[in-house]
């Protein structure tokens, strides 16, 4: 039989050999893709790895306290530790400012630290072990190149000047500018990540920061920005690059607040909590270390269809220490008396000794 | 002798008979999802579908939202090659990602990039072997995106619609779109997505669960609407 261009079968052998090794501060994701840290190792874990690059992350702001900016701080800072390019643009009128607020890694021995509190879990001690194992089966594969990938940061502890006044970012201040600039920056910042086959040296993250707040010319022009994010997504697409975009959704009308999330890949929103929320303290616990909320209510999809299964959808924002960004699934409270929904009560060690009631 | 897996969607759309003409031939399908609930799915099922070596469709895909590598690995994982498909002229792949008509700008209004689309349609169709006229679907994704492409222009969209509606009777396409139903729905005047359902001969409505969310089942698609028009 000659050998004919077009292949018979729906089927081709895959020729490469191994996975092409990356720079650091990347790692190989399923279906081709590849992550980059969020700079938060609990959110890593929750999106099924990190931010795959080509990905455009929206994040929905909430007025009431800048949780959004705890996001933002870790994932600049996570790209300048392991020498990735970084784009910030902000509506501050000097947004280099904002730079010297990022994290710096916190010290390796500070990692124990993040063990939870032994002594707290003494009672639960039969049902943690389980999880404990489930967690080392992931974590087995990244703990050599750990550092490579992610940090922890100490939020306390500014990072270091010369990661700063690096030439490796640009920061632009969207108040006076019009869209096309903002636009030009970007492509060209993103023209040095060209996305190929082959193995990747270097990415690059861009981080907008509250991008239709009024004090921007441009923010009445809903069709104009609109348009705007879908050229950056495409342009982000094309390269290695991540995008976050944060945005305040009360800023925008319903309906193209729900076009700007159909356009984000991954979706989150921060809330804040209420000072001494009587009910919600009753309802979860830990609620007195708990500074917010983030929801997570799409994961980007890129080459698949298949979705990311998420335990949860609302994780609790807590500071340990004061210093390190933590994710918690919510815990409900153990509930007294026999009429609490049975959830709270399922979790066997964690029921209290007043719920003699229950029939059960 | 071929054994295909079909499941309730393809018995719904009639898709489950190996059957020439393809069922869906001359028809207009909505598809509608939420941020919650993707519908692409049901589009990956379809393209899949329609390039299925028993028919002899030809598939021209309007791709506003992802380019041509990740559908190329979604179809692969479903069976399906595009690449070969692309090379034996049964697969189109229109890259929109880039395409944005600003106002007056460099002669390319909203009007114009979208009449100029519509032109490519019609010449790869008309192209195309007469046997095989009859045969093509056209595939959107998705609609949303390509209001924003139009920079607002809905009624562009619409009369572009509009003209791809007349390929559905003067050579027998099937038209498959994918649009999102909750942008609309907090509108106050949703001209344009009652338009477009009432252009649509069959409407697949991709939703959440009503429970929450469950690790096997990731939503429903509960309504599946099929007007027949005699006339």
């Known amino acids: 039989m000659a050998a004919a261009k077009t292949r018979t079968s729906t089927f081709s052998r895959n020729l490469s050999t191994a996975p092409p090794s990356h720079g650091p501060g990347l790692k190989c994701g399923p279906n081709g893709t590849v992550f980059l840290s969020s700079g938060i190792p609990d959110l890593d874990k929750i999106l099924g790895g990190g931010f795959p690059l080509g990905s455009l992350v929206m994040v929905m702001e909430d007025a009431e306290a800048p949780h959004h900016m705890l996001l933002l701080r870790n994932f600049m800072a996570q790209g300048l530790v392991l020498g990735q390019h970084l784009l910030y643009s902000s509506p501050a009128r000097d947004p280099r400012g904002f730079l010297g607020t990022l994290p710096s890694p916190a010290a390796s021995k500070d990692d124990k630290s993040r063990e939870r509190d032994p002594d707290q879990e003494k009672g639960l001690r039969i049902a943690w072990q389980y999880k404990k194992y489930f967690g080392e089966n992931q974590l087995d594969g990244q703990r050599d190149g750990k550092h490579e990938y992610s940090n922890e940061f100490d939020l306390r502890k500014p990072l270091e000047r010369h990661f700063i006044n690096g030439p490796r970012i640009d920061c632009v201040s969207i108040q006076d500018s019009d869209l096309s600039t903002l636009r030009d920056r970007c492509a060209t910042f993103l023209s040095q990540f060209p996305r190929n086959d082959g193995s990747i040296s270097c990415a690059g993250r861009i981080a907008i920061q509250s991008f239709c707040a009024p004090q921007c010319a441009y923010s009445n022009m809903e069709w104009d920005m609109l348009s705007f994010i879908r050229s950056l997504k495409s342009m982000v697409r094309s390269s290695n690059s991540v995008a976050i975009v944060t945005f305040p959704p009360s800023l925008l009308s319903p309906s193209f607040c729900k076009r700007w999330q159909h356009m984000a890949d991954t979706l989150l929103s921060v809330k804040a909590i209420q000072d001494e929320d009587k009910e919600l303290a009753q309802l979860l616990t830990g609620y007195q270390d708990m500074v917010g909320f983030l929801n997570v209510h799409k994961v980007a999809r890129i080459n698949t269809q298949v979705p990311v299964i998420l335990e949860a959808t609302t994780f609790s924002i807590k500071l340990q220490k004061r210093r390190y960004l933590v994710l918690e699934c919510l815990n409900q409270a153990p509930v007294d008396g026999s009429s609490g929904t049975s959830y709270g009560t399922s979790g066997g060690c964690s029921s209290s000794s007043k719920t003699g009631n229950l029939d059960f | ?231």
């Open chain 2, 1 to 231: 002798m071929n054994q295909r897996s079909s499941n309730l969607l393809d018995e719904a759309l009639g898709l489950d008979q190996v059957i020439e003409p393809w069922p869906l031939r001359g028809r207009v399908v909505a598809i509608e999802d939420q941020v919650e609930t993707s519908g692409s799915f049901v589009l990956h099922h379809l393209l899949k579908r329609s390039l299925s070596p028993n028919s002899s469709n030809v598939t021209i895909f309007i791709a506003f939202s992802q380019p041509f590598s990740h559908y190329d690995r979604i179809l692969r994982k479903l069976g399906c090659n595009l690449v070969s498909q692309r090379d034996n002229s049964r697969f189109f792949f229109f890259d929109m990602l880039k395409l944005q008509c600003p106002d007056g700008d460099e002669g390319i209004t909203p009007e114009g990039g979208l009449i100029a689309l519509y032109g490519k349609i019609h010449k790869t169709i008309s192209a195309l072997p007469e046997i095989s006229w009859k045969n093509v679907s056209i595939i959107i994704d998705d609609l949303s995106l390509m209001e924003v492409a139009a920079n607002g222009s809905s009624d562009y969209v619409l009369d572009f619609l509009h003209y791809c509606r007349t390929l559905t009777s003067e050579f027998d396409c099937s038209l498959i779109t994918l649009n999102h139903e909750d942008i609309y729905s907090s509108e106050d005047r949703p001209t344009f997505f009652i338009q477009m359902e009432y252009l649509a001969d069959i409407l697949i409505k991709a939703e959440p669960l009503a429970t929450g969310l469950a690790t096997d089942v990731h939503g429903q698609v509960p309504k599946c609407y099929s007007c027949f028009i005699v006339g």
